[in-house]
């Protein structure tokens, strides 16, 4: 829905409320932060002083028509109760805090989708992780979606060695969303959220999008952050409405009112129905939501290029141990091109009412306190959304891993590839690999799981490959 960004047309329009009695949306009383930037990059990437961006991208985004920038943003927060499937209510409110946002746009407004994707940073690991960009961040390139990921939560900033204040003193030395220290439970991270939503739609002073005008606001998260988007949802959304629609991904099992308005995508990998909770948190298609498993997929999949692991071995922070995982880690089920088609059909969908496909759920069942997956003789799961990586085998591809400690192995999946004998077996030339492939490409492309150009390329990599051969 398109808001109004000229702040003193909002309040001529507010008086008009008030003498005429109508009521204006919800987001009209959340506070907007005052907000700083860009903020200078004034090292080159990786240097060890770190003045520059956690986790600044090392694409090339000129050549995209696209600018990276950093802002801070700082204000007064209000300390929210989230009672389960119910609207929050304020516990107290006037907290200090100050924390960052990290901002991916066209340069242009003719570049620009009208859509501005706001990424709620994960910090299970220990930093800013900005999941759903390194997801996704070619289909955001290439269709002029606009980015923007906040830092809300304690961990993420004040954590020792890898939280931003510690990573980087001379850069992120004041900020702060734990009110000095007396908050240390992230109770202020919702409205530190909906204020930063409200400084892409309304801006004061600074604007984050230098100009570009937005149509439409997505919410989106993943693992950790999916479940805290949840609770948002769930508790704050009502009091703000100020999101068109939420894109969850990587579920954490908790449950979606289904009697607010918000159009909602949840996407979730096997292993995010094994382990955590998903099975359990299935709920209904309906009108507000859709829900995609993605067969073999897995939490932490391989990604080609390893964009990541490039960033962090540059910035010094953790990197998890895959040598101690019982299976070989990684599903290679790129659950990315279900997350593009979803994140095109939750616009559409907001935009133009036009309903996303339906897809089916993994074939599971609970047999307290284990969820089973359904498989075929080669291992691997059946039922759900089934990617030509999948359903036309090479290897098994699983959501399931250990140990469970110390290690995030369980998050990891598993892949196997088949030997010589099996793969002679199943595709004795190369023609009846690629026909196969391309059959079930094809498929999904017509159910609406994949975009055009990704079942383009998973075409021209089966036609590359040595299989049959």
């Not at 209510?89 to 805090?97: K, L, M, R």
């Not at 939503?197 to 919410?219: F, K, M, R, T, Y």
Request: some cysteine.
């Amino acid at each position: 829905m398109k808001r109004i960004r000229t702040h003193g047309v909002y309040v001529i329009i507010y008086l008009i409320t008030i003498v005429f009695g109508f009521t204006l949306p919800a987001d009209a009383g959340v506070p907007n932060p005052t907000v700083t930037g860009p903020i200078p990059v004034n090292v080159p990437l990786g240097d060890p002083s770190h003045d520059y961006p956690q986790l600044a991208t090392q694409l090339d985004l000129p050549s995209y028509g696209y600018v990276e920038e950093e802002f801070f943003l700082e204000g007064t927060a209000t300390r929210y109760d989230t009672p389960d499937l119910a609207d929050g209510t304020v516990i107290s409110n006037g907290h200090p805090y100050k924390t960052r946002m990290i901002v991916r746009r066209p340069v242009s407004p003719k570049g620009f989708n009208g859509t501005v994707l706001v990424e709620w940073l994960n910090v299970t690991s220990g930093y800013n992780l900005d999941a759903l960009w390194l997801t996704s961040y070619a289909h955001i390139l290439r269709e002029g979606y606009a980015y923007v990921g906040v830092s809300v939560q304690r961990v993420g900033i004040h954590q020792p060695g890898s939280g931003l204040i510690s990573w980087s003193p001379v850069r992120y030395g004041d900020l702060d969303v734990t009110d000095g220290g007396t908050l240390l439970d992230d109770s202020l991270c919702y409205d530190i959220w909906s204020q930063a939503a409200q400084a892409i739609w309304e801006p004061q002073g600074v604007d984050p999008l230098a100009g570009l005008s937005p149509d439409i606001l997505i919410a989106t998260g993943a693992s950790q952050s999916q479940g805290r988007l949840v609770i948002y949802h769930n508790s704050i959304h009502p009091l703000t409405n100020i999101f068109d629609g939420y894109m969850l991904y990587l579920g954490v099992g908790r449950l979606l009112r289904t009697d607010l308005d918000p159009k909602v995508i949840k996407l979730n990998t096997e292993n995010d129905v094994v382990f955590l909770g998903e099975f359990l948190a299935r709920q209904p298609d309906s009108d507000r939501l859709r829900t995609y498993e993605v067969a073999g997929a897995s939490h932490v999949g391989r990604a080609e290029p390893n964009l990541r692991l490039e960033l962090l071995i540059r910035d010094s922070l953790p990197i998890a141990d895959t040598s101690i995982c019982e299976l070989p880690p990684f599903s290679r089920v790129p659950t990315n091109h279900v997350a593009n088609a979803a994140f095109d059909h939750l616009v559409s969908w907001v935009s133009s009412g036009i309903e996303p496909p339906t897809a089916p759920p993994i074939d599971a069942s609970y047999y307290p306190p284990w969820v089973v997956v359904a498989r075929d003789s080669y291992g691997n799961a059946l039922g759900g959304i089934q990617l030509s990586q999948h359903a036309v085998p090479t290897a098994t591809n699983t959501g399931v891993n250990g140990p469970f400690w110390p290690s995030f192995c369980f998050l990891f999946g598993s892949h196997e590839p088949f030997d010589e004998e099996i793969l002679d077996s199943l595709y004795p030339n190369h023609g009846k690999y690629v026909s196969q492939v391309v059959q079930v490409v094809n498929e999904n492309l017509a159910d609406g799981y994949i975009l055009n150009f990704d079942a383009r390329e998973t075409k021209r990599k089966a036609a590359r490959s040595e299989i049959g051969k």
